[in-house]
């Protein structure tokens, strides 16, 4: 076998499955929501939380009825192709990957003035760029190696910023005085406060990407989607409990209310570690992006809609370098450009693209297998619902940066088509 033809073993499990999830919902977040909800709705905000998980869980619900028919990567751009042809698959994934590379770097910037506030210094006008260049390079190194070696890192990273958290939960649930009552808010501006929630919970589809080199796809992908959207629920609802246990009016407005909070709880070591884990957290949903999202273009490679080099595999590593290296890249490429704040503000959007393509092919595919199920309609037509709503609050600049991505899109589709799957679709 050459290596054109080499394909990655199947290495990942459960715990590395569910390791992305957690990741991709988990980032900065996390650390400034508490001040924000408390603020928008009070003592509800716990309960808050758990709303936006039941108005997340159509969405995680319609993947991983889908993750559970195919066994290959690539994620929605197999949905999109099996129901829709290749050109919807394409840009499914097209979209959403060009988006991740610029998020890379908006958010590696964002964790270095996390720790720029512990040390000035590496706020610096060469010393910052230098430092997003070096993580991303460090996350493709890693990712280079194997996904054995990417999996135990990430599982490192995830230890640190949530192990924080958890102290936290401690000092503020035992220590604290948190309200665990159920007291409905009067709301002032429910769109706003709806739509927090349900930002929490974008990036839940990072484990989709790399089913191919997963030992059991079909089980554990949809088990890990459920099992990780009620994980992180709960999570954030105790966050938030024990952040209102502790002194939410005395950092609320504060631009870290969280470090301060653990600061009246745990002293200066609490915020310190608050601090870092922010930081890391940032780092981990780095780094899962990075594992996850340079499957999507061997996926794509190997559907045909982009050039076989993408698809090469290191017989040595066991790893497709190709797409891991050009993700690396390009990212670093958007770290030191100063415009690429531009490009980021079609994130959400690219994702919304994704979600509105797997809702609206798992009846399609259904119903070409025999029949259509009831329910899986009926939460296919509440994703789609709910997705169509979260697009309708874009901006006019988000929406024609979106429209200029999917017109480059369609160029690099037409260029690249003259390529043929290397096997045919399979869904099951």
Excluded: C
Aim: aromatic share 12%; proline share 6%.
């Amino acid at each position: 076998m050459t290596a054109k033809t080499l394909a990655p073993p199947r290495t990942m499990g459960l715990f590395g499955a569910s390791l992305l999830p957690v990741n991709g919902m988990i980032g900065a977040g996390i650390f400034a929501l508490p001040a924000t909800l408390f603020l928008a709705v009070g003592s509800f905000a716990p309960w808050m939380m758990l709303l936006g998980g039941l108005l997340f869980l159509p969405l995680t619900l319609t993947f991983a009825w889908l993750a559970a028919r195919f066994d290959h990567s690539g994620g929605p751009i197999l949905y999109g192709e099996a129901a829709f042809g290749r050109f919807v698959g394409f840009q499914a994934g097209w979209a959403r990957y060009a988006s991740a590379i610029v998020t890379v770097a908006a958010n590696t910037h964002v964790m270095v003035s996390y720790l720029a506030t512990l040390y000035p210094v590496l706020d610096g006008p060469v010393l910052r760029p230098l430092l997003v260049a070096g993580f991303i390079g460090f996350i493709t190194i890693v990712n280079l190696f194997s996904l054995r070696s990417s999996v135990t890192t990430l599982s490192a990273l995830t230890a640190v910023k949530i192990l924080p958290l958890f102290a936290l939960i401690a000092a503020g649930l035992f220590g604290g005085q948190p309200e665990l009552g159920l007291v409905l808010p009067e709301f002032s501006d429910a769109e706003s406060v709806v739509l927090l929630t349900y930002y929490a919970f974008i990036g839940f589809e990072y484990v989709v990407l790399p089913a191919g080199e997963m030992k059991n796809p079909k089980r554990d992908v949809p088990l890990a989607l459920i099992a990780m959207l009620a994980a992180v629920t709960l999570l954030y609802m105790l966050v938030i409990w024990a952040y209102i246990g502790i002194a939410p009016a005395a950092s609320a407005d504060a631009e870290n209310p969280l470090a301060i909070a653990a600061q009246d709880a745990m002293g200066s070591v609490g915020a310190i570690a608050i601090v870092i884990a922010a930081a890391f957290s940032i780092g981990a949903n780095n780094f899962a992006g990075g594992i996850s999202l340079p499957r999507m273009t061997y996926g794509m490679a190997e559907r045909g809609m982009l050039p076989r080099w993408f698809m090469q595999v290191s017989p040595k590593l066991e790893t497709p370098v190709n797409s891991i290296l050009f993700y690396g890249a390009a990212s670093i490429a958007f770290g030191l450009w100063e415009g690429f704040m531009v490009l980021a503000l079609a994130g959400t959007l690219t994702r919304l693209l994704t979600y509105l393509v797997a809702a609206f092919a798992l009846p399609v595919i259904e119903k070409r297998d025999g029949g259509i199920n009831p329910l899986h309609a009926f939460v296919s037509i509440l994703t789609v619902i709910s997705t169509i709503w979260v697009g309708t609050h874009a901006d006019e600049q988000s929406w024609l940066v979106f429209g200029g991505l999917v017109v480059a899109g369609t160029l690099l589709y037409f260029i690249a088509r003259q390529e043929r799957p290397v096997e045919p679709l399979s869904v099951q």
